[in-house]
């Protein structure tokens, strides 16, 4: 026994160290003219973290990628709070956020560009299998729950707002992120825009203090302890309630309407927003509590943090690239999961806002300022026949 | 063989000082020089584990100076943990720590002792010898494991069969058991550590009363007492010490205990009395949010509590070893 | 009147007893429990595919956990090639000196390592190692696991070392030999049965580890054979896709945790068959 493993160390350890030390492809390898040489069979690999709102967009965009291009893309979803955290670190070659970077941390990493990619909601999911329809809330009643002041389903106020449904008598255990979450960043924003008295008791931010409820990390982690967790009631990004056929309550939206989430409603949420988009093309803006017909008050898009140069220019090409792919191709694979697409005029503004990134020692541009960019239009008409569910659910 | 003793070890050491050198030492002493090389790189690497265990106090202790400075005292006292306002206060997860680690303790140390009395003294060698195998085989499982299998069965069935009913019945009048069935909470973080601990102590228990001279035991059963009289009033004061090592052991085994308890605790910085509450420990806090404190202060806040999680571990491991070294020493083992 | 006192006493002792039996089935329950879980969610999930493809996008199904399995295997592989010599080293360091301060000393501080928790590990070998080198590596996960396993090694190694009975010592003494021949060329060889059990048992037990990994090796859905760039493993999977709210992850992580249980399981019983001790007077 003893000398069957001896025998099969040596070749083991000979292949581990061969392995680990035929290494191209190394971070921060700048030779002569900042063009490294790209590994085996021209691969390029890149690193990224940040948000769980998009990763399940990501992970199909980056797999999709590198079925047809030489590029792999480890993407780890820690949370937008971590993928600040890692850019500002440099440990990694893009960030991701739903939260937008704020003046502090844009001044550790000066220039940094948001460059949004996609739009997505921030669902109120709950485990209340005895219910047969969406529950029905609004803003104040939402921020009352997570309060904690509303601590039992049958409370009058939801009642109120749900008439004809029988409310289980059950105590409610709402679910908050643990981690640095953009997601969070965009639930606090609406509910602060609606609820004074979230606004002194919790604040807006990644990371609050929330007065109650079990805290779980990403937005999979919320997500999970809502199934675990019969009467509790969490926010997460609407893909995942889809994903794991969760609930989704509508939300009254300024308006007054019940809106249930849903791409049209996603989408007529950011109606309007190209007009907001300053000239020098700084992406960070709120659209929640959106009063428009249809519009779902709890929406925001999400954003890639790419920083305005890369010593690596084959990196930087390929990041940039595989960024024109995403936004110009790939928003019908997002659609599919569930998020609303850019407008084109949108996703046109982002590649141009992404000339001013340049690469190695002599800082060349990576795009072509020439270069114009165009792709699939996504009509908002056509959602409906992609999730039957919400034709029903939907008010306008 | 005797030739070879006599040239020095590793390499070709230059002709001429070598042969001064050896020239001093008298003939007999030759392989002396050897040695005394052999000797010294022993001592030096002697020194490498308490080198790193410097280096590691230094790295921590640099990285969480800032939150020293700018909190004082104040840290440990303090309970808001607010990452926008940049408050930290540790209390929350010191507390959880404690109450979760000793709560285990008095979970484990009955079992523990339990087991080991039943293996000592009343299981046939053909039922003792798996349940010494299964007890050992609960260390060998990875934290990670055993905190899947606290999400999917350990958290339902204490949510269902133990938090419900008591908060239910009992949740008026005894503050431990008030609130909702969380089912992720201190409760579940305490019985999952004390699920982890039991091997540890149980093989100190174990040791320690088989230790025990037989001639004690038997002249007191040869008294009249019953087995039991025995264990409790002779075995198990004779080995008092060695347990209280192997419990001290496991404490601090729990204090530091992290995924497991990250999984089950339900995360949430605060000072909950009911025990069904959720909570945070030292540990799972910095899991959660290490890799993405966001600005210098909540970073070195997280780095501060890190260095106080590896104090307190410090502390009590030190304790039960010195313990444990002052029972072996009494002689018991051989 | 001795009577109804004996009669209690013996009420005493039989219930007391029982009570020693019933907290050993407490203690046993829960490994049946986790074994029967184990085995009834994760055998379904040990298909080819698990041992053989990437992991999926996220919530598609059909993913598996091959580059988790190489990732824990080169984490133990280069942890045990950083970390076993010098363990060793240290080990037969305080065999030898053992009596000494210095020596016992250094008993207290392996000790003490052993009892420190492993996120504190990764904490400090991310301030050292992750920040120096600037990202997330298999390396930094390799030394976080390191650190972890030299204090485990040479204590044990340290016990096999001392078990050595001093007739062989004083053997090699009488022919002549030096200190250093002694211990490396007679001491060791005869030990090296049991240093052997240490090292295998420990290597077990940080193929399990995640919290040191958190920080250090960080993750990745690809094969990744480099030493400076961040590298999968079975913990972390394990964590990631436990608090998820996919089925199939939670799957996958059952399989997963069969397949670290069962590799811990054969080490153990590996090294019982290794280590047959001559010489313990049992």
Partial sequence: MKEELRKLAGPAAFVFLLAGCWSSDTPGDAAAGGETAEGAAGQVTLTGAGATFPYPIYSRWFSLYSESNPVRVNYQSIGSGGGIRQMIEGTVDFGATDAPLTDEDLASIPGTLSIPTVLGAVVVTYNLPEL?????????????????????????????????????????????????SGTTYVFTDYLTA?????????????????????????????????????????????????????????????????????????????????????????????????????????????????????????????????????????????????????????????????????????NRPVIDPAETFGGIEWPSRSFGALFPKDAGGQSG | MASRAETTPGGAPP????????????????????????????????????????????????????????????????????????????????????????????????????????????????????????????????????????????????????QEPLSEALGGVIPFFAGPAYGFSILSG??????????????????????VPRDQREAALALGATRWEMTWHVALPYALPGIIGGSILGLGRALGETMAVTMVIGNRPDIPVSLFAPGYTMASVLANEFAEATGDLYLSALMEIALILFGITLVVNVLAQLLVWRVSKRGGQA | MT?????????????????????SLLVVVPLILIFYHLISSGAGALNVAFFTRLPAPVGETGGGMANALLGTAQLVFYAGLFGIPIAVAVGVFMAEAGRTRFGSFVRLVADVMNGIPSIVVGIFVWAWVVVAMGGFSLL???????????????????????????????????????????????????????????????LARIAGETAPLLFTAFGNPFWEWRLNEPVASLPLLIYQYAISPYDDWHRQAWAASLVLIGLVLVVNVLARSIFKNPYRSR
């Avoid at chain 1, 309407?257 to 190209?274: D, K, L, R, S, Y």
């Fill in chain 1, 132 to 180: 047969t329809t969406p529950l029905q809330l609004d803003g104040e009643t939402t921020a009352a729950i997570f309060l904690g002041e509303i601590a039992n389903w049958q409370d009058p106020r939801i009642a109120a707002l749900n008439p004809g449904v029988t409310l289980p008598e059950q105590d409610i255990i709402p679910v908050h992120r643990s981690d640095g």
């Fill in chain 1, 194 to 362: 609606v609820s004074p008295v979230f606004t002194s008791r919790v604040g807006r931010g990644n990371a609050v203090s929330w007065p109650t409820g079990l805290g779980a990390r990403g937005n999979e982690g919320v997500t999970g302890q809502v199934r675990q967790t019969p009467g509790s009631v969490g926010y997460v990004e609407q893909v995942y309630a889809r994903q794991n056929d969760l609930p989704m309550a509508s939300i009254r939206n300024a308006a007054g309407e019940f809106v249930a989430p849903g791409i049209e409603a996603t989408t007529a949420a950011a109606v309007g927003i190209e007009a907001r988009i300053p000239e020098n093309n700084d992406f960070r803006l709120s659209i929640v509590n959106a009063g428009g017909p249809g519009a779902y008050p709890i929406a925001s898009w999400t954003y890639l943090l790419i920083s305005p140069h890369m010593e690596d220019c084959a990196r930087a090409t390929a990041l940039l690239e595989l960024v024109e792919w995403a936004l110009m191709e790939g928003e019908g694979d997002a659609v599919a999961l569930g998020y609303a697409p850019l407008t084109m005029e949108i996703r046109v503004r982002a590649m141009n806002a992404l000339k001013v990134v340049t690469c190695g020692p002599e």
């Fill in chain 2, 15 to 162: 002709a001429a000082p070598k042969k001064s050198l050896r020239a001093l030492v008298p003939s007999r002493a030759r392989g002396n020089l050897a040695d005394q090389v052999y000797g010294t790189l022993l001592q030096g690497c002697g020194l490498i584990l308490p080198l790193l265990f410097g280096f590691m106090i230094l790295q921590i202790g640099r990285e969480a100076w800032f939150a020293v400075s700018t909190f004082g005292g104040g840290f440990v006292t303090s309970s808001s943990w607010n990452p926008v306002s940049g408050e930290f206060g540790a209390l929350p997860f010191i507390y959880g720590t404690i109450v979760s680690s000793f709560l285990a303790l008095a979970i484990a140390v009955p079992l523990s002792v339990g087991l080991a009395i039943f293996l000592t003294e009343l299981a046939p060698l053909w039922l003792a010898r798996p349940i010494a195998f299964a007890t050992e085989l609960l260390a060998a499982i990875p934290s990670v494991v055993y905190g899947l299998w606290g999400i999917f069965v350990l958290v339902p069935f204490l949510r269902s069969t133990i």
């Fill in chain 2, 190 to 211: 305490a019985v999952i550590i004390s699920i982890m601990i039991v091997p540890f102590i149980s093989a100190v228990a174990r040791e320690v009363l088989e230790a």
């Fill in chain 3, 3 to 23: 009577d109804a006192i004996n009669r209690r006493r013996k009420i005493q002792n039989t219930v007391w007893l029982t009570l020693t039996g019933v907290a």
């Fill in chain 3, 140 to 202: 930094a996960g390799a030394i976080a696991l390191a650190v972890m396993l030299i204090p485990m090694v040479a204590r044990t190694t340290e016990e096999m070392v001392r078990l050595v009975p001093k007739e062989l010592r004083e053997g090699g003494q009488a022919l002549g030999f030096t200190r250093w021949r002694t211990t490396l060329g007679i001491v060791l060889p005869a030990a090296k049965s049991g240093i052997l059990t240490g090292v295998l048992v420990a």
